[in-house]
């Protein structure tokens, strides 16, 4: 599986090349079977764009290998203001008897006068009533500076009309350069008509202010108590080397290893390797788990090779290989239908997976 982190790099260095632009065109997903490549039970995410070359929908479709072709699954319709910003994400789900789409899931966004996200409205479709019914929202709150510092989610009350009831708040706290450092989480106590601290974030930040460490805690008896770590560390370009996770011991007062996830690259800047490590305590030392091999052709990325650690033969051992194709520059029309055929990027993946290949602001490692 592919995660956010390599998806954003991908898309920002594969994609983007001033002298050799290419756009991703596919990603086919097989798996390993009797040392013979195959393809999974497969399904894909199509991009429908509008006239302003925005992402205008995503298509789920799902492989039918009976009658070798593509199926609708879902429709997820991007909707954007005149000003350019998001206003509305709506799921659809695929009626193949009425040949036609459903609605069943909303998102609605309305922003401040300087483009700040101001509330985020989410809604179910009541098919008995035919209307939107309210299910939740949440409503940020900005300081002077222009940073958010409170979130605050709600539900709707089921008998008064566009009345809404406080469910959870988080609460920003900011360092000298900016950085978020603090984030508390609290929930709404009818009771008492007050906010109680469930639980929060605590960030610190390297000096090229990339986030060092995490910690997560939680509220208990007037007190925070230490329960999940993260520790990450970069090399000179800024791209994310390891991630370890470590869990607290109460009874020792004292953090203890759980995963380490190392990232190699090469002289280039491009990822070569990515290895998934679990902490054994008996032998106290650090047990292979996954690893992903990335192979290129010149400079863009062609595949990546899955592989599990067989702990009793001690080798890696192949289980899904994810194929990467290009397409030249195009421009991006409008699409009415979701035809296999289409030149519009398109993402296959196993069934269970969401990918999700937004550009970045910045071609550094997500971190």
Avoid: C
Wanted: net charge negative; glycine share 2%.
């Amino acid at each position: 599986m592919l995660d956010d982190w390599e998806l954003n790099w991908i898309y920002n260095n594969e994609t983007n090349s001033t002298t050799d632009k290419r756009y991703l065109n596919d990603v086919v997903f097989d798996s390993e079977e009797m040392s013979v490549w195959t393809p999974f039970s497969k399904s894909r995410i199509l991009y429908e764009y509008n006239t302003n070359n925005d992402k205008n929908a995503l298509v789920l479709q799902t492989w039918d290998g009976t009658s070798t072709v593509w199926n609708n699954a879902y429709r997820q319709q991007l909707a954007y203001s005149k000003d350019g910003n998001l206003q509305a994400v709506t799921l659809n789900t695929w009626n193949p008897d009425e040949n036609t789409w459903f609605a069943i899931y909303k998102d609605t966004y309305i922003y401040t006068p300087n483009g700040s996200l101001e509330t985020a409205s989410s809604q179910m479709w009541n098919i008995a009533n035919d209307n939107w019914n309210n299910t939740e929202r949440k409503r940020g709150n900005y300081n002077v500076k222009g940073y958010l510092t409170t979130v605050v989610t709600q539900t709707p009350d089921a008998n008064i009309p566009n009345f809404w009831h406080n469910k959870l708040q988080n609460v920003y706290n900011y360092d000298k350069n900016g950085n978020e450092w603090l984030i508390t989480e609290q929930t709404w106590n009818n009771d008492h008509n007050t906010w109680n601290n469930a639980q929060r974030d605590v960030l610190d930040y390297t000096p090229q202010q990339d986030v060092e460490t995490a910690i997560v805690q939680n509220w208990d008896n007037a007190n925070w108590d230490n329960l999940i770590r993260q520790l990450k560390s970069y090399d000179n370009e800024g791209n994310l080397l390891s991630v370890a996770q470590q869990t607290w011991n109460p009874n020792y007062q004292m953090w203890e290893s759980l995963t380490l996830e190392k990232h190699d690259f090469d002289t280039n800047g491009r990822a070569i390797q990515t290895t998934q490590l679990l902490w054994n305590n008996d032998n106290q030392s650090w047990t292979n788990a996954n690893q992903q091999t990335y192979i290129y052709d010149n400079n863009r990325l062609k595949a990546i090779i899955n592989q599990y650690w067989n702990e009793i033969d001690r080798i890696w051992e192949n289980d899904s290989k994810s194929i990467f194709t290009y397409l030249l520059p195009f421009t991006a029309t409008p699409t009415s239908n979701t035809s296999s055929s289409s030149n519009e990027i398109i993402i296959r993946s196993t069934p269970n997976q969401t990918l999700s290949i937004a550009p970045t602001n910045s071609t550094k490692k997500q971190k």
